[in-house]
C-alpha cells in the first residue's frame, strides 16, 4: 500500500475500540484494587482529622464507558481518535468521588489529597465555568499517585505509577451532575433549548443552595461557640436550650461523662424544653441547691451517670410537676419509677420543691410573684 493510499484510509474506530477494550480488561482488576486503595488512604485520614463527609466512593471506569471514550474523534480532526493509545492516555481509569455536605469542606479535602498524594494535575471546573461564562456542576478533579514511601512497600509495590482520578464536589454538585449528565449523555447534541436553559438556570440554584447551607452551618459553629461561652461565664439566661449547650451546661456542673451519646442529649433538651423550660438560668433556678451525687445514691443506691443525676435534680426540684408535663406521664412504668424515686429522696430527708418553669405557671395579678416553695408533696399517681 502507497503512503497516499494510506492516508487515505478512513481510520477504523471500531476495530480501535475492540483492541483497547480488550487489553483494559486484563488491567481492569489492577486499576480497581488501586481505586480501593485510594479510598482507604483517604478514610483514614478523613477519620484522623474529624472530617466529616457524605460518602466516598471507589471504583475502576465501566467497560461500555471506556468503549465509548475511546471511540472519541480528536477536536482538531475527526477522522483521528481523541486517545491513540488508550490506557496510557485515558486517566480517569482509576476514580474515587468524595462527595461533601458543605463546600468549605471541599477545601480541607484538597489538602488532603494533596498531603497523601503525590498530586500531577489538579483542574477546578468552577473556574473553567467561569471563564467560559456558563453555568455548570462545580467540581474539583485530582489525578494523583501513590507516594514512594507506599510504593516501596509490597503491599502497594503494584500500583506504582499508576494513575487515580479523584473528584471532590458537594452532594448539591453531585446530584445535579448526575441528573445532568444522564440527559445529556443520552443526546448531547440535540438537548432542547428550553431545558438547557432549565439546566444552567438550576445550576444557579443549587450554588445559591450550597452557599446557604454553608452560612448555616458557620452560624451553628458560631452559636455553639457562644453558648459555651455563656455557661462558662455563667450568662446562664442568654443560652438557649440545644443538646450542645446542654452538654456544655452539664460537664461544667456535673463533670463531664465520656459514656454519654449525642442522643442523651439531643432527648434531654427536648425534654427540658417539654417541661417549660427556655433558658438555662431556669434551669438552675430549679435545680439549685441539690447534689447530684447524694441524690443518685439516695434514689439508686449508687452514682448514677450525667444524664440520669440530672433527671433526678429536676425530679427534686419539680417535684410532682415533673411528671405532670413529662412526655412519658401517663405511661405506668415512668409513673411508678418516679414514685420509687421520690420517695427514696423523701426517705433520705432531701427536700422536694415544686418548681415550675415561667411558661408552666399560671397568669398571675399584678405584682405577683413566684417562689418555689420547699415543700414535701405527696408521690405522683396516675
Known sequence: MSENEDQSTPFDFETHKLKAIAEYQKQRPLYHDAAGVVRKILDQAFASRDIQIHS???????????????????????????????????????????????PRTIEAVGQIIETEFDVIEKFDKAEDLIKEERFGYASIHYLVRLKDNRTGLLEYRRFKGLITEIQVRTILQHTWAEIEHDIRYKSPDTIPTSIRRRFMSLAGVLEIADREFQAIQDEDMKLRKQARLSVQQGRLDQIEITPDALRAYLDKKLGSDGRMRDFSYEWTARLLRTLGFTDFRQVEECVAGYDDDVLSRAAWSARQGQITRFELMLLAG????????????AQDWFIQKVNRELSNINKADIPVRDYLPPSRRPSEPQGGGYSPSATRPSKPTP
Do not use: C, Q
Not at 62 to 82: A, C, N, Q, Y
Not at 318 to 329: A, I, K, P, S, T
Open 56 to 102: 466516598i466512593e471507589a471504583r475502576a471506569k465501566e467497560i461500555d464507558s471506556f468503549g465509548r471514550k475511546v471511540t472519541e474523534p480528536l477536536d482538531t480532526d475527526p477522522s483521528k481518535p481523541k486517545y491513540p493509545n488508550p490506557l496510557v492516555a485515558v486517566t480517569d481509569l482509576s476514580g474515587v468521588r468524595v462527595i461533601t455536605f458543605f
Open 318 to 329: 419539680m417535684g410532682e410537676n415533673f411528671l405532670r408535663y413529662h412526655v412519658w406521664h
